[in-house]
């Protein structure tokens, strides 16, 4: 915890220039004794305490809070909120950098001025370089108000973590362990499928889109159809992922992650399974996003792990190098 | 003036102009010690139009010729300050003002901004080398408040660019609504906290020498100490408010006057020119002491005068009281180079010290007023010494009527009652006038018989002339009359007190003063609006100089012995042992009790927020409303310690749905109708309610 009056301190180059100015300033005053010397060291030393005085206001009673993105990928922009909120009721807040500190992530935003009693949002630009959990630790609110001469800050504890996705990358043509059919297939019983399963003479008070109109028209009566119950294509996406490592790790990874986004787009219900993990078949976005973070997660394998489990119903499309 | 026209203006703009600002305060503060030249000021002012006008068009041209001209002046003063022509100080101040100028010329970088705010800030500390005035304060005041907006835009200007990127700040840098008077205004409040600090740390930093340094001012002519007088150049006289002595009297005049009926007598002139007078040509001898006073049979009193000249005087003159003077002591003057002024004196009795051009000259002169007596006078009769004879000199020229007017106020009376007839005449019988067109040739003739009015040198030059045909040794002498009181407790002798007046020898008296101008005339600078501001202004450079300019060590130890005498005198009081000892101790009690409250509140509200700034609370609750929250707050704990599970984000609400009591219903209704409807909601109901939810708990 870190506590609130904590502050960090630091010359800027104007701020050196300008001690050093004022400590020769001063020699010369002490040296010849003319008072109007003393004057406009006065007038230097004033400024540094005001400057100090006014740079505690600027920071104080600011709060930062940090707005991850709800994804985040390798190689993709995304934007990292910090949002700023100034809970003093009359002064505003000039001239406020927030900034990540500690963490394994470097961004910062710049605030002109935080009216009283106001908040207000800047955002970073963040390119992940690797996939993974990122985490962040403290955030940094600094000021250099109102001269510039020095940078005060205060660090807010800010711990957070930003789970960061695979590369998205085509998916290659890959060998499949047993092909399925493309599409839905269709379970031969009547059901709220596409295919046609059988006709039959229609029943008053049955919904009339249940017609199959030409049938109706060739036979001279109202003709009722029952289509076929269809299922959802099963694919699993299997990364074995035992004795991999590095770059190629990285590349199958980044393959398994296409082949799962591109089978979920397509419609399919995907199942993921990496040694010693399966992920059931699913199929939306919340499900891209649980394999995408397992895909994400997964590191080369350092105890020995059982190999991968593909689902039995599962068309399989394993990933290889 | 835009900013007063309410449009505002942009942030670069503000920022830009505060910057030239700030460098034309800085020039001021060193162009009004007079050093810098006029060439250098004119060159000032005009590349600083120029630089305005160019507006950066010509940012980056011709930077080789900068180059080679700022080189080849700094060659020159070089060379000047090597061959001893010019002061280092001086030279270095010039240069920095052409760096300046160089700086006005080129902005455009972040660089380049700092710069100018560096050589600014070079360019009053060379002021503060080479002026010591008021007005020196005045750059200073501006530059304190020039220099802090400059410096507080520069840095908002550049932390916008570095944060957005030059287009992102594009939008920003010209917007008018960041550099809004109130900003500029809260700035200048920001340079008024940074100079009362600057007073702060000004009279308590430890000095370590006794004497405050600087540079002397220049000297320059003052009216009324010119070594002649030409009567026949006449005109209108101008009025002249400057001060010229600033004087303080030990002991003070009684009654504390607002102005003093003294002579500050400088010149004696005794050669008439036939024109008008000017001075014996002696020469000085070195005055380690000066004549004793024959004896004047009254009884001596002595006055000492601690006589400050302004401005300098060319020609080093020691000004005199009524009086006889005793002695002369110089302060040490307060400069780079001190010099002490050595007293001289000629054979006409003039004082004089040299160096002349010693700067700011104090010195205290001690006078015996016990004038002899006019009975102690009479009946010395006329044997008079041959020294005497320029002093019984009568211009071959002079008018017979002259001569024949003398002789019939004073022919056959003692010499004190002939220069009393004479002296009376002339105060009674003619007037006083500034204004006197035209060129005469006899001026003496054209005073007492034409015009028969005039001003002080024609009064005073008519009655010597007048006493010398009588056989009676007069001199002509020049200085000053007056003194008008200022608000800084010193009195002012004012350029316009310019003043003459006659001294007439006698026999084991010496001379003695008389002044045939009507009194009330003397002197002259009328008391108009312009002459209360000088003297005011005058008032203010004084201050300024004791306060400021002249603080030393012993100044510094003075201001401290008297904190430590308020602290020992509170102590004392505190003590029990001065007057109001018991109120100033519940005082003190009090404000102890309400200091510490406060700072226990402070604490109290930190450690609930956690350390963290309290939330915003929206707008204020009314009486009701606060009301209708403690009831709340109240009933859910009344219901906690019933055993009754509550989140601290269970509305009122639910937690009446979840009980399913009628005395939770009625009670949240209540606090719902008061917080968000507007109903009343009186103690009495907030009892109830608390009451029937307790019973109903019970039950």
Same mark, same amino acid.
């Given at each position: 915890m870190i506590p609130a009056w904590k502050r960090r301190l630091s010359f800027t180059r104007l701020g050196r220039w300008y001690v050093g100015l004022t400590v020769g300033i001063g020699l010369a005053a002490v040296n010849t004794g003319n008072n109007l010397l003393f004057l406009v060291l006065g007038l230097l030393l004033a400024s540094v305490v005001v400057s100090g005085i006014l740079s505690e206001q600027s920071l104080r009673a600011v709060e930062v809070q940090r707005r991850l993105p709800s994804t985040a990928t390798v190689g993709q922009p995304a934007l990292i909120g910090l949002l700023a909120r100034n809970g003093k009721p009359r002064v505003p807040s000039f001239s406020l950098e927030l900034r990540e500190r500690g963490g394994e992530v470097a961004g910062s935003g710049f605030l002109v001025i935080l009216p009283p009693r106001q908040a207000a949002e800047v955002a970073y630009r963040f390119v992940p370089k690797r996939r993974g959990l990122h985490r962040f630790e403290q955030l940094e609110v600094a000021t250099r108000a109102p001269f510039g001469l020095f940078e005060k800050s205060r660090p807010l504890e800010a711990p957070a973590e930003l789970v960061v996705f695979p590369r998205q990358v085509d998916a290659a043509p890959l060998a499949a362990r047993a092909l399925a059919r493309e599409g839905e297939r269709p379970l031969?019983?009547?059901?709220?499928?596409?295919?046609?399963h059988s006709l039959r003479d229609h029943r008053a008070g049955e919904d009339a889109r249940t017609i199959h109109w030409r049938s109706s028209a060739r036979a001279g009566r109202l003709i009722g159809v029952d289509r076929e119950q269809e299922k959802r294509r099963r694919v699993c996406v299997v990364l074995d992922q035992r004795g991999l490592s590095g770059e190629i790790l990285e590349r199958r990874v980044e393959q398994a992650a296409a082949l799962v986004t591109r089978e979920l787009d397509a419609g399919a219900e995907v199942a993921l399974a990496v040694a010693g993990q399966r992920l059931a078949a699913g199929s939306g976005d919340a499900h891209l996003r649980k394999a995408l973070t397992l895909l994400a997660l997964l590191q080369a394998a350092t105890v020995p792990l059982p190999p991968p489990q593909p689902d039995g119903e599962s068309a399989v499309l394993e990933v290889r190098g | 003036m835009r900013f007063f026209a309410g449009h505002g203006v942009t942030l670069l703009q503000a920022q830009r102009w505060a910057g030239t600002l700030t460098a034309v305060f800085a020039f001021l503060a060193c162009a009004v010690s007079g050093e810098l030249g006029l060439p250098l000021v004119a060159l000032f002012f005009v590349a600083l139009l120029g630089a305005w006008f160019a507006r950066g068009r010509l940012y980056g041209r011709g930077d080789w010729m900068w180059t080679a001209v700022l080189a080849a002046v700094m060659l020159l003063f070089a060379a000047q300050v090597f061959v001893g022509q010019l002061d280092i100080v001086v030279a270095a101040a010039r240069f920095a003002e052409l760096l300046l100028i160089h700086r006005l010329w080129h902005r455009g970088t972040q660089r380049d901004e700092l710069l100018l705010l560096l050589l600014s800030l070079l360019a009053l500390c060379a002021g503060a080398s080479l002026a010591a005035e008021l007005t020196f304060g005045l750059a200073f005041l501006g530059y304190a408040v020039a220099g802090t907006w400059a410096l507080a835009l520069t840095h908002l200007r550049f932390e916008i660019e570095a944060g957005r990127g030059p287009q992102g700040s594009a939008a920003l840098l010209n917007?008018? *609504?960041?550099?809004?008077p109130a900003l500029l205004a809260g700035l200048a409040a920001l340079a008024t906290l940074g100079l009362a600090g600057s007073a702060v740390v000004f009279f308590t930093f430890p000095r370590l020498t006794l004497r405050a340094l600087h540079r002397p001012g220049r000297p320059s002519a003052v009216a009324g100490l010119s070594d002649h007088v030409d009567l026949a150049r006449q005109g209108e006289i101008a009025d002249d408010p400057r001060v010229v002595l600033r004087v303080q009297l030990? /002991?003070? /005049?009684? @009654?504390? /006057?607002?102005?003093l009926g003294f002579h500050w007598r400088a010149h004696a002139l005794s050669r008439w020119t036939g024109q008008g007078w000017r001075a014996e040509e002696t020469g000085m001898m070195p005055a380690r002491t000066l004549p004793r006073r024959p004896k004047s049979g009254g009884h001596p009193a002595t006055l000492s005068a601690e006589v400050e000249t302004v401005g300098g005087f060319d020609d080093g003159i020691v000004l005199t009281p009524d009086g006889w003077p005793l002695s002369v002591q110089f302060r040490r003057p307060l400069s780079a180079h001190p010099v002490t002024p050595r007293l001289y004196r000629n054979a006409a009795g003039d004082l004089f010290y040299q160096p002349a051009d010693a700067g700011d000259v104090r010195y205290v002169v001690t006078v015996d007023t016990a004038e002899p007596g006019l009975a102690d006078l009479r009946g010395r009769g006329q044997q008079y010494p041959r020294w005497l004879a320029a002093d019984l000199e009568v211009p071959g020229n002079l008018n017979p009527r002259v001569v024949a007017l003398a002789k019939r106020l004073g022919a056959g009376k003692d010499p004190v009652d002939a220069a009393l007839a004479v002296e009376r005449w002339l105060t009674m019988a003619l007037t006083y006038t500034r204004e006197l067109p035209g060129e005469v040739a006899d001026p003496i003739s054209d005073f007492l018989f034409r015009r028969r009015a005039g001003h002080c040198e024609l009064f005073s030059s008519a009655m010597v002339l007048m006493l010398r045909s009588l056989g009676i040794p007069a001199r002509n002498v020049t200085g000053y009359y007056g003194g008008q009181r200022t608000d800084a407790g010193y009195y002012a002798v004012r350029a316009g007190d310019a003043h003459s007046w006659v001294e007439v020898w006698f026999p084991d008296a010496g001379y003695v003063s008389f002044d045939p101008t009507p009194p009330a005339l *003397? @002197? @002259?600078?009328?008391?108009t609006a312009w002459a209360r501001m000088v003297l005011l202004w005058d008032a203010l450079q004084q201050r300024w100089r004791v306060f400021v300019v002249d603080y030393n060590l012993v100044a510094q130890a003075q201001a401290m012995q008297r904190v430590v005498e308020l602290i020992s005198e509170a102590g004392h009081r505190l003590a029990g042992k001065g007057g109001s000892a018991d109120r100033l101790r519940v005082l003190l009690a009090g404000l102890g009790v309400a200091l510490l409250a406060g700072a226990l509140a402070l604490w109290a509200r930190q450690v609930r927020s956690g350390g963290r700034p309290q939330k915003s609370q929206g707008p204020a609750l009314d009486r009701e409303q606060r009301r209708a929250f403690r009831l709340w707050r109240r009933g859910r704990a009344t219901l906690r310690a019933a055993g009754v599970e509550l989140a601290p984000s269970t509305t009122p609400w639910e937690a009446a749905r979840r009980t399913q009591l009628p005395a939770v219903v009625a009670l949240v209704s209540a606090y719902n109708a008061a917080r968000w409807g507007g109903s009343p909601l009186s103690r009495a109901q907030v009892r109830g309610l608390l009451r029937d939810l307790k019973t109903s708990l019970r039950s």
């Open positions: 031969d019983r009547a059901g709220l499928g596409l295919e046609v | 917007s008018r *609504r960041i550099a809004t030990d /002991p003070a /005049p009684r @009654g504390d /006057p607002s102005s *003397r @002197g @002259g600078v009328k008391n």
